[in-house]
């Protein structure tokens, strides 16, 4: 009876552990620059005066990050005094599980030892959880800077409109 009284406040236990654990993995960290390398943020590396690589990392969903990388790049025109900015080029990069979440295993094992007189057989099973959550996705921007009225096309965008509609994050 006392082994029972046990092992259910700590099964409890664990499992309240783990999903905390979960949890904290699972969600894309509030917008800000990157804590270090390979870590959740925004970093942007100049090309030339007017052209810039932004990197924004996170994990879940692709499309928040593809956003924060967006309104990285808006935020960024405005700070270099610039007006408009186009997208000539872009990546996204999934490199892990999308998904994430937690994903259970089984397995099965048996066994026999002998030693001298006596022998001795068994069977286990034992189940795991995947807790590693969503993976983590990358999205990419070079981007152009321009003043003035910003050319007509889908790739370009207005850095105030991008900032106004996007920084409500």
Do not use: H
């Amino acid at each position: 009876m006392t082994f029972t009284r046990f092992i259910r406040p700590a099964a409890v236990a664990m499992a309240g552990a783990s999903v905390l654990a979960l949890g904290a993995c699972a969600s894309l960290a509030p917008y800000g620059p990157q804590g270090g390398p390979g870590g959740q943020g925004y970093a942007e590396t100049a090309i030339e005066t007017n052209r810039y690589r932004v990197t924004y990392n996170g994990v879940g969903d692709p499309a928040p990050v593809a956003d924060y990388a967006l309104l990285r790049a808006a935020e960024l025109t405005l700070e270099r005094g610039f007006d408009w900015f186009e997208v000539t080029q872009r990546w996204t990069d999934g490199r892990l599980d999308p998904r994430g979440g937690v994903r259970p295993t089984v397995s099965i094992g048996a066994g026999s030892s002998r030693y001298g007189g006596y022998s001795s057989s068994g069977v286990g099973v034992g189940v795991g959880l995947n807790l590693t959550g969503p993976g983590a996705t990358s999205t990419t921007l070079e981007v152009v800077m321009g003043q003035g009225q910003k050319p007509d096309r889908p790739s370009a965008y207005d850095a105030r409109e991008v900032t106004r509609a996007l920084g409500g994050y």
